[in-house]
C-alpha cells in the first residue's frame, strides 16, 4: 500500500496474531482426519486389486491432506509474523503523535508535525529580557524538534507501508496456496461430474457447477509452461477422474449435440461452458497429464480419453470417393467430406478455449492430420459442394486452430507420437502430411498452412533444449522435403506455377522458419549457430531448397539475405579467432553455392529472357543489400565456443540477444560488414561471389578488429597501412583509393598483404573453392 496517513495508523487494529491459534487447529483437524481415513482402510479386512486400488488412493489423499495442513500452517506462520512485525510499529506511531499532542505539536494527515505553542502569548507574560531570550531559544529548538519529528514520522509511516505490502503478500500467497488446494475441486468426483453433466444437457448450470468445471480444467503458470515445454504434468487424482467422467458421460453424444451443450443458458454461463468444455477436452487428451501415486503413473491423458463421436472424427479418413458425382468425364475425380459439417462446427466450439491448454493434445494432432489430409485431397479432385473452395477454406480453419500447438505440429511433421490420430491397422506417414502442406495451392486459404510452418521453428534458438532438438527436427522435416521435391513445389500439378506464387505467404513463412538453420543445410557443427536437431541434407539438394524459396520475391530476399549474413559471420568469426578455424571457409562457400546455384535453378524455370533474368536478379541483390529494412528475427548467429574455440567472442553482436542483430546491423558503419558477403552480377546473368576476393578478406578483417583485446594492428608491418591514426580500420572504399586508381592497384596490394599476414587464408580460400565444386557435394 502506499504510505497510510495518520488516522489510519491511529485507528488500526492489529490482530493477525490472534487468528494464528485458529489457523493452526484447522490445519490439525486435517492432518487428524488423514490419519483416521488411513486407519480406517488399513484396518478392512479384505484384499486384492480392489484393496490395492484402496490403499494407493487413500496413500494419496492423506499425502495431498498432508500439504493442505501445511498451507494452513503457512497461513498462521504469516499471520503471526505480520503480528510481531506491524504491531511494534504501529504502536511507536502512535505514542509519538499522542505525545506531541500533548506537548502543544500538531500530526497532520501526511506525518507534518507543527509547533503549535502560543509564543506571542509567552512573550507577553515574560517579565525580563532574559525571559523573552529563553522563549525565543525555546521557539528555534521546538522548531528544529518538530522538523526531526517530521522526518521520523514520515519514514516510520513509509516503513508501516512497506511492511504491509510484504504482510499481505504473504497472506496472499498462503491463501492462493489454500485455495489451489482446496478450492471446490476438493469436492470432484464421479458423482458429482455425471450430475453436472446431467445438468448442462438440460439446460441448467450453477454456479458452483460452472465453478467445479473451471477449477477442474484450470493449471498454474509453472503447469502451462510445462505444456508448452513438453513435460508431464501431475493432476490431481480427483480432477482427473472428475474430467474423465465428463468426457465418458458425452460418449454417443454427436459432435454437435456437444457443441450445442449449454445453449439454453444465459450468454455469459453459456461462454464459460463451452469454454470449460473445450478445456476438458484439450487437458483430458494430452498424454503430459498425468495422475501419479506411489512414484507411479496411475492415469493419463491420450485420445483414447475424448468422447468417442471425436475420436471418430479425428482418426476415420476424412475424404471418400463421391457417390453422387455427376456423369462426366471427371467423374472418378469428385469426393465429398463426409462430416464436413461437423468439422466446422468442432473448430467453432474449439476457438472458444484457452490457447494455453492447447499445447501438445492428441486433439490438436488428430485436427492437423485431417485438415493436411482435406487440403490434400480438395487440391487434385474436384469437391461437390455448394461454393468454391468450401473444403480447402475448412482444411485452412483446422490448421489455423491447431496450428499453435508447437508439440502437435512437430509431431505432424516429424512424425512422432502421430499413431494415436489413425484407426487400428492404420499407419501414419510423415513425409506425405509435410507434401499434403506444402505441395498444393491454396487458393488464397493459406493462414492455416503459415501458422503450422511458423510454429514448427519458433523455438530455434531458444534455450530450453527440448524445444530447440523439436523446433531442429520439424524444421528438418520441411528443409528436407523441398530439398528432395523442389520440381513438383517450382511446377505445381506440372505446369509453370510455384508455390511461391500461387502460396506467398506460406513460402514467406518457410523462407522464415528455414533460415535459422542455413548454416545446418552445409552441415556446420550442430549447435554452432546454436540450433540442435536439424538432420542430414544432401549438399547436392541444398541449392533445391533455394531455388523453392526463391520462388517468391520477397521471401528470396529475406532468406537469402540471411544466407549471406552467415556467410559474413563466418569470415568475421575466422578472423576475430585467429585464422584457423578453416572449416568456417567451406562452410561459408557451401551456402554461396547453394545461393547461387538455387537462384539460378528458379529462374531457368521462369524461362525469362537473359535481360529480364539479369534485371530480376539486380533487383533481389540490391534489397538484399538495403539493411534499413533488416530484419534479425530469423538470422543465425555464430559464437566461437561450438567452432571448438576457446573464448566465447560473439561475432559483433550479442550472442545471447538473437533479435538485436536486426538493430546493429542498420547502423550505417555494418554496410561494408554485409555488402562483403552480398555477390554480384557479372554481365552474363550469373552470379560472382562476393563481388571480389578483396571484399572477402576485407570481411576478415573486420572480424579481427571485433575482439576486445586485439592488438594494435595499426603497427603491423602488413596491414598496419589499413588503420588510422587512431587505430581505426579504414573503409573499404578507402583502401581501394589508396592507389588513386578506384583500386586497381590498391586491392591486389591488400590481398597480397592480408595473406602475408594471415598465411591461413590460404586454406580458408580452398575451403571456399572445393565447396563450389559440384563433385564434394554428398550428403553429410
Known amino acids: 500500500m502506499a504510505t497510510p496517513s495518520k488516522s489510519t495508523v491511529m485507528g488500526w487494529i492489529v490482530d493477525l496474531g490472534n487468528l494464528a491459534p485458529t489457523i493452526e487447529s484447522i490445519a490439525k483437524g486435517v492432518r487428524d482426519n488423514a490419519s483416521s481415513m488411513h486407519k480406517t482402510i488399513d484396518g478392512m479386512n479384505w484384499s486384492g486389486k480392489g484393496r490395492d486400488g484402496a490403499d494407493g488412493r487413500v496413500d494419496r489423499e492423506r499425502q495431498q491432506m498432508g500439504v493442505v495442513a501445511d498451507a494452513f500452517d503457512d497461513l498462521a506462520t504469516a499471520c503471526r509474523n505480520g503480528q510481531s512485525t506491524l504491531e511494534p510499529m504501529v504502536a511507536s506511531a502512535r505514542q509519538t503523535v499522542t505525545h506531541l499532542n500533548d506537548d502543544f505539536y500538531k500530526v497532520s494527515e501526511d506525518w507534518y508535525v507543527e509547533d503549535t505553542y502560543n509564543y506571542a502569548e509567552a512573550l507577553l507574560l515574560a517579565g525580563s529580557e532574559q525571559v523573552k531570550d529563553q522563549i525565543n531559544q525555546l521557539q528555534i529548538d521546538r522548531k528544529n524538534e518538530a522538523a526531526n519529528q517530521t522526518v521520523g514520522l514520515q519514514r516510520l509511516a513509509a516503513d508501516i507501508g512497506a511492511a504491509d505490502d510484504a504482510i499481505a503478500t504473504a497472506l496472499s500467497t498462503a491463501l492462493a496456496s489454500i485455495e489451489q488446494l482446496t478450492p471446490a475441486s476438493a469436492g470432484l468426483n464421479p458423482v458429482v461430474a455425471q450430475q453436472d453433466l446431467d445438468a448442462w444437457k438440460n439446460g441448467k448450470a450453477t454456479p458452483d457447477q460452472l465453478e467445479r468445471l ?77 495422475t501419479v501415486g506411489d512414484d507411479k503413473v496411475e492415469d493419463q491423458g491420450g485420445m483414447i480419453q475424448l468422447p468417442t463421436q471425436v475420436q471418430t472424427l479425428l482418426k476415420e479418413n476424412p475424404v471418400r470417393r463421391s457417390e453422387k458425382a455427376p456423369a462426366s468425364e471427371f467423374a472418378g475425380n469428385f469426393i465429398d467430406i463426409p462430416h464436413e459439417g461437423d468439422f466446422n462446427t468442432f473448430v467453432d466450439l474449439l476457438g472458444k478455449g484457452n490457447p494455453g491448454l492447447a499445447q501438445g493434445s492428441d486433439l490438436d494432432r488428430g485436427l492437423l492430420k485431417q485438415g493436411a489430409e ?144 542455413i548454416p545446418d543445410m552445409v552441415g556446420t557443427t550442430e549447435g554452432a549457430f546454436g540450433t540442435h536437431g536439424f538432420g542430414a541434407i544432401d549438399q547436392a539438394n541444398v541449392k533445391n531448397i533455394f531455388a523453392v524459396i526463391d520462388s517468391n520475391k520477397d521471401a528470396a530476399v529475406d532468406f537469402n539475405r540471411a544466407a549471406y549474413v552467415s556467410i559474413a559471420q563466418m569470415n568475421q568469426a575466422f578472423g576475430a579467432h585467429g585464422g584457423t578455424d578453416y572449416a568456417l571457409g567451406e562452410w561459408a562457400g557451401r551456402i554461396d553455392a547453394a545461393a547461387q546455384s538455387g537462384m539460378q ?96 578478406f576485407y570481411n576478415i578483417l573486420q572480424g579481427m578488429t571485433l575482439t576486445s583485446d586485439h592488438p594494435d594492428y595499426s603497427k603491423d608491418p602488413n596491414i598496419g597501412r589499413y588503420f588510422d591514426s587512431n587505430g581505426n580500420l579504414m573503409s573499404f572504399d578507402d583502401i581501394k583509393r589508396l592507389d588513386g586508381k578506384n583500386g586497381e592497384n590498391s586491392l591486389p596490394v591488400f590481398k597480397g598483404n592480408m595473406k602475408n599476414f594471415l598465411p591461413g587464408l590460404v586454406a580458408y580460400d580452398d575451403g571456399w573453392t572445393a565447396a563450389h565444386n559440384k563433385s564434394e557435394w554428398h550428403p553429410r
Open 601 to 696: 535453378l528458379e529462374l531457368d524455370g521462369r524461362k525469362m529472357d537473359q535481360a529480364t533474368q539479369l534485371k530480376y536478379e539486380q533487383t533481389i541483390l540490391d534489397s538484399m543489400k538495403d539493411v534499413a529494412a533488416f530484419g534479425g528475427k530469423h538470422i543465425p548467429r555464430l559464437g566461437i565456443p561450438a567452432l571448438g574455440g576457446s573464448n566465447s567472442l560473439p561475432m559483433g553482436f550479442s550472442i545471447s540477444d538473437f533479435t538485436e542483430l536486426g538493430v546493429k546491423v542498420a547502423a550505417p558503419e555494418v554496410k561494408n560488414w554485409l555488402f562483403g558477403a552480398v555477390p554480384e552480377l557479372k554481365p552474363n546473368a550469373e552470379l560472382d561471389g562476393y563481388g571480389s576476393q578483396s571484399k572477402q
Open 214 to 290: 473451471q477449477l477442474a480444467t484450470q493449471l498454474t503458470p509453472d503447469q502451462l509452461q510445462d505444456l508448452l515445454n513438453g513435460k508431464d504434468v501431475d493432476l490431481p487424482q480427483e480432477r482427473f477422474d472428475y474430467l474423465r467422467t465428463l468426457m465418458r458421460g458425452m460418449d454417443g453424444m454427436s459432435v454437435s449435440d456437444i457443441s450445442q451443450l449449454g445453449d439454453k443458458l444465459p450468454v455469459d454461463k453459456q461462454g464459460t461452458l463451452k469454454t470449460g468444455l473445450v478445456d476438458a477436452m484439450q487437458l483430458m487428451s494430452n498424454p503430459q497429464i498425468k
Open 374 to 517: 482435406i487440403g490434400a485431397a480438395t487440391a487434385t479432385n474436384l469437391v461437390l459442394e455448394p461454393k468454391p473452395h468450401g473444403a480447402t477454406d475448412l482444411a485452412d480453419r483446422m490448421l489455423n486452430q491447431a496450428g499453435g500447438d508447437r508439440l502437435a505440429v512437430h509431431d505432424l511433421l516429424y512424425g512422432t507420437n502421430m499413431q494415436c490420430t489413425v484407426t487400428d491397422g492404420g499407419h501414419y506417414d510423415a513425409p506425405s502430411h509435410v507434401a499434403d502442406l506444402l505441395g498444393r495451392d491454396w487458393h488464397g486459404h493459406e493462414d492455416g498452412v503459415s501458422k503450422v510452418v511458423e510454429t514448427a521453428g519458433r523455438y530455434a534458438t531458444s534455450a530450453d533444449p527440448t524445444l530447440n532438438q523439436q523446433s531442429g527436427e520439424a524444421s528438418w522435416a520441411l528443409a528436407n522435403y523441398a530439398s528432395t521435391h523442389a520440381h513438383d513445389l517450382l511446377h505445381l500439378d506440372g505446369g509453370d506455377q510455384s508455390i511461391g506464387m500461387v502460396d506467398p505467404k506460406m513460402t514467406k513463412a518457410l523462407g522464415q522458419t528455414l533460415a535459422s538453420y
